[in-house]
Every structure is written in C-alpha cells, then in structure tokens.
Nanobody
C-alpha cells in the first residue's frame, strides 16, 4: 500500500523555521525522485523543490537560499528545511514521488509525479 504522510507543519512567526517530513511506504523510495509542492489559498499548486535519485537538487527561485530539500533513503523519508519564513510561504505543503527509476525532466510539472501526500499546513504570521 502506497503512503506518503507529511508532518511538521504549523504556525510560525515570520523569520522562523520549520522542518517538514514526508514518510513514505510502498513506493521503493530510493528509486524515485522526491519533490515538495505547495498551494496557497486561492492559488494553484506550485513547485518548491526536488531531489533526484542521484541526490541533485533544484529549488524554486522563491525559496532558494531559504529552503533545503533532503532525503534519508534508509528511513524512506524526504525533508524540507524551511528557514527565514515569510507570510507568503503560507500554504499547504505536499510531497510527491516521481516515477520508478525515471528521470524527472520538467521538475516543476505535476504530471512528472505519480504519488502525492495529503499535505501539511504551514502558516507564517507577521
């Protein structure tokens, strides 16, 4: 059974930090790219960061130098460390898994990812 379960969201003041986790099962974790997306109220879901199977990463310009994606293949878990949070980072954050043994080409495209978690809310107050 495939499961992606996000945790670590919450309410934080601007300038603060949070670390999101996405624990997975049933997906052969180490053989997939893993990504984070987010959806703010009234907006479309947008790409945040991806870590490919090789370990290479790519972050959206809006979060570059503030957020960092990482993964622990032994724990089948992907993380998103978020620092210097801003009110505009308020959103539901989703983790997503790419296709088995496939290279994610257009990392920002949702169709590149086949499994999704249910999301965790992050709220940044002023």
């Amino acid at each position: 059974q495939v499961q992606l379960v996000e945790s670590g969201g919450g309410l934080v003041q601007a300038g603060g930090s949070l670390r999101l986790s996405c624990a997975t099962s049933g997906i052969t974790f180490s053989s997939r790219a893993m990504a984070w997306f987010r959806q703010a109220p009234g907006k479309e879901r947008e790409f945040v960061a991806v870590m490919r199977r090789s370990g290479s990463t790519y972050h959206a310009d809006s979060v570059k130098d503030r957020f960092a994606i990482s993964r622990d293949n032994a724990k089948n878990t992907v993380y998103l460390q978020m620092n210097s949070l801003k009110p505009e980072d308020t959103a539901v954050y989703y983790c997503a898994a790419g296709r088995l043994l496939a290279t994610v080409v257009v990392v920002t495209q949702e169709s590149e990812y086949v499994y999704w978690g249910q999301g965790t809310q992050v709220t940044v107050s002023t």
